[in-house]
């Protein structure tokens, strides 16, 4: 399971920056976690035109507190 995320800065500003998590993950596969963080990217510029996506990333899913193996 992997989870996607964003980082977004602030255009002419990069030292102002945030991670977008993902709200509908986690994904099964690698490729539909990069699938989403692809959409992601696209939602946050079109939201906000003062941001650029500095990144992209898809991190293994831990699993819930207590059902660690």
Known sequence: MFEAMVLV????N????FVADDTRGP???INQCIDRTT???????TINED???MGVRC???????GLET
């Not at 800065?9 to 002419?12: F, H, K, L, P, T």
């Not at 959409?39 to 510029?45: D, F, I, P, S, T």
């Open 27 to 29: 994904y099964k596969t």
């Open 9 to 12: 800065c602030m255009m002419g």
């Open 59 to 65: 991190d293994p899913a831990k699993p819930p507190e």
């Open 39 to 45: 959409e992601m990217a696209a939602q946050l510029v």
């Open 51 to 53: 941001h650029v996506v």
């Open 14 to 17: 990069l030292q102002d920056c």
